[in-house]
Each structure stands twice: as structure tokens, then as C-alpha cells.
């Protein structure tokens, strides 16, 4: 079935640091590949998509290049912020029926 | 335009008692979806509905958790009994296009 997997453990980095969250997949077809984030005591948030292979998506510096050949969707930012801090969780949708499978997810935690 | 509402946004309840959520979806959009989000993982998903009729349920445990969403706009879901292992934040969300949903900021529930 599909799955998706997310690197171990917590993030902890300083502000301005580059920041990478690594999610690989396995599913059938061609998926969609979502990375949404969740803020202390709030619902998740729609961070960026992409829909087919060699696509990036981006949105608030972030990016993530949907790379077939390797199955995965990593998350990248050049300079984070303490804002910035908050569970990144990566997801696909099978073409055809939109629900989608979560990973874990990783906690991130900027420090000034 | 108005995002997914939830309510209650917490509820503690003692184990065996009946509890129930509701959620009010975007304007037009014809997707609906609840998740359970246990502490440290990734949501999973519970039932879709498309309008009013149920797509999957698959994951939906039916001897103490039902969902409803009648004239296919608003949706509750309903635990009965609850037990422990129900604490977790329960997400609403919902689509219109095929791909991305919105998600509700969720009801955090604890069962004592």
C-alpha cells in the first residue's frame, strides 16, 4: 500500500540555518506529494505540492522537488526563522481519490 | 473565504462515556474527511464522505465510532463507548479540487 517515510527524531537548528527534511515514498502510480505543517495548538496547513514527477513546489522559502527515480520529497529551506517552528509532516494522495497518507512527521525547533 | 470550523476544541471525558465532534467543511466544497491525530504520529484517516455518502471507511472502527453527514455540508463524528486509547486530536478537512485539502484546527479529546 502507500506510505510515506520521514527522517527520525526532532530538528534543532539555528535561526538563518539551512534546514532539510528528509521523506521518501512508496506507492503505486503516480501520487501527488503534499508537505503540510501543524503550529503549536493548530490544525495543519497546506505548505506546498506537487503533482508529477519533476515538479517543485514552494511557498514561504520552502521547497521540495518531487523526484521519481529516488521516491522522495524533501523538504528544503535556506534560512529559517524561530517562526519558523512548528511539525512538518509529508504526504501523498493517489491520483483518483485525494486521500492522503501522512508520515510521521518531524518536530522543528529554531533557536534565536 | 472561511476555513474548516470544528467544535468543541478540547473535551475530557471519563472512559465509556459517548462523545461527539462536529465540523462545518468550506462553502462548496464536496469532500469531506475525518482523522485521528494520536500524540507523535501522523494523522490517519477515518472516513471520507463525498456529499453525503461515505467513500471509506475502511479505518473507521464501526463498533464504537460512527460519522453522518447529512444534506452533505455539515458532518459529525461519534464515540460510544470511549475508551483510552481514543485520546488523540480529531481532524475535519475538506476538498473541492482533486488534489489538497483543508484541514479544520481539530478537537483535542482526552479520555480519563
Known amino acids: 500500500g502507500n506510505s510515506v517515510t520521514q527522517m527520525e527524531g526532532p530538528v534543532t537548528l539555528s535561526e538563518e540555518a539551512f534546514l532539510t527534511i528528509n521523506c521518501t515514498y512508496t506507492?503505486?502510480?503516480?501520487?501527488?506529494l503534499f508537505w503540510y505543517v501543524q503550529y503549536p495548538g493548530e490544525g495543519l496547513q497546506l505548505l506546498l505540492k506537487a503533482t508529477k514527477a519533476d515538479d517543485k513546489g514552494s511557498n514561504k522559502g520552502f521547497e521540495a522537488t518531487y523526484r521519481k527515480e529516488t521516491t522522495s520529497f524533501h523538504l528544503e529551506k535556506g534560512s529559517v526563522q524561530v517562526s519558523d517552528s512548528a511539525v512538518y509532516f509529508c504526504a501523498l494522495s493517489q491520483y483518483g481519490n485525494n486521500r492522503l497518507a501522512f508520515g510521521k512527521g518531524n518536530q522543528v525547533v529554531v533557536i534565536p | 473565504e472561511a476555513g474548516v470550523a470544528q467544535s468543541p476544541r478540547y473535551k475530557i471525558i471519563e472512559k465509556r462515556q459517548s462523545v461527539a465532534f462536529w465540523c462545518n467543511p468550506i462553502?462548496?466544497?464536496?469532500?469531506l474527511y475525518w482523522y485521528q491525530q494520536i500524540l507523535g504520529q501522523g494523522p490517519k484517516l477515518l472516513i471520507q464522505?463525498?456529499?453525503?455518502?461515505?467513500?471509506?471507511d475502511s479505518q473507521l472502527p464501526k463498533d464504537r465510532f460512527s460519522a453522518e453527514r447529512l444534506k452533505g455540508v455539515d458532518s459529525t463524528l461519534k464515540i460510544q463507548p470511549a475508551k483510552l486509547e481514543d485520546s488523540a486530536v480529531y481532524l475535519c478537512?475538506?476538498?473541492?479540487?482533486?488534489?489538497?485539502?483543508?484541514f479544520g484546527p481539530g478537537t483535542r479529546l482526552t479520555v480519563t
Open positions: 506507492a503505486t502510480g503516480y501520487p501527488s
Open positions: 462553502s462548496g466544497h464536496a469532500t
Open positions: 464522505f463525498q456529499n453525503n455518502g461515505v467513500v471509506d
Open positions: 478537512a475538506s476538498s473541492l479540487e482533486a488534489v489538497g485539502q483543508y
